[in-house]
């Protein structure tokens, strides 16, 4: 229905600072998505999350995926079954998540978000999703879900 | 299949989503699958997949809103297999 590009999809990205966690996305088609993040050393997390010794939460990695593997996804998904201004209403909440935590990220590490779609129905999006580490170590990973729900 | 056949198979798939024990002797055609089996709408999605997988049926997405009890998801499918 729509032809949006990678650069329109990411503005229609509802989440922002301090809790937005995709700055580009670099591969996008029916299939799956590719994006980056930078995770800044003055995330608001790192002073808590350890004082002293900053490690990017688990909970956050899994926003990440979820930002780029539900949310983004998702809205490219939609766009091509309704207009823009439907999209608009639309939010994506947090379904389900299963997931594995193998490896660590510090504050200044880029990291690459991948997702393939296990199926898209009636606005609820399922996907296989990664993250990995610019040296290729992954360092979450599993399968989360999401659906679109009209904003009350 | 006979509806008997199909309401347990459903009683099975709704076993694996519903957030309280599924006893199968609690469970009628007019049991609600959102409110009196905790399952979330979200689920349902996933619930008429497995419609369409275990009974080799396409369900769409007007027939899939009207699931709303046990009753309702047996009737679907007898109608369609």
Redesign the interface.
């Known amino acids: 229905m729509n032809t949006f590009t990678k650069e329109d999809i990411l503005e229609l990205v509802p989440q922002q600072p301090p809790f937005r966690f995709i700055d580009d996305i670099i591969e996008l088609n029916d299939d799956g998505i590719v994006s980056s993040y930078k995770f800044k050393p003055d995330e608001t997390f790192y002073a808590g999350h350890f004082p002293g010794n900053p490690i990017t939460p688990g909970v956050i990695l899994l926003e990440t995926m979820a930002q780029t593997g539900v949310v983004a996804y998702g809205i490219y998904l939609a766009s091509k079954q309704m207009p823009l201004n439907e999209i608009q209403e639309i939010l994506t909440?947090f379904?389900?998540a299963e997931v594995e935590f193998t490896g660590l990220v510090r504050p200044g590490d880029k990291v690459i978000i991948r997702a393939k779609q296990i199926?898209f129905?009636?606005l609820?999006l399922?996907v296989e999703a990664e993250i990995t580490l610019q040296s290729g170590e992954v360092v979450c990973s599993g399968t989360i879900?999401g659906?679109g729900v009209r904003q009350v | 299949m006979t509806k008997d056949e199909v309401f347990k198979k459903i009683v099975d798939i709704l076993g694996k989503y519903s957030k309280t024990e599924i006893k199968m002797e609690n469970i009628s055609m007019e049991t609600s699958i959102l409110d009196d089996l905790k399952i979330?709408s979200?689920?349902l999605?996933?619930i008429?997949?497995d419609f369409e997988d275990v009974f080799d049926i396409e369900v769409d997405?007007d027939d899939?809103d009207s699931v709303a009890t046990v009753g309702d998801g047996v009737n679907l499918i007898m109608a369609k297999i």
Do not use: F, P, S
Request: charged share 40%; proline share 0%.
């Open positions: 909440v379904t389900e199926y129905r009636r609820k399922k879900a659906m | 979330n979200a689920r999605v996933d008429v997949l997405d899939a």
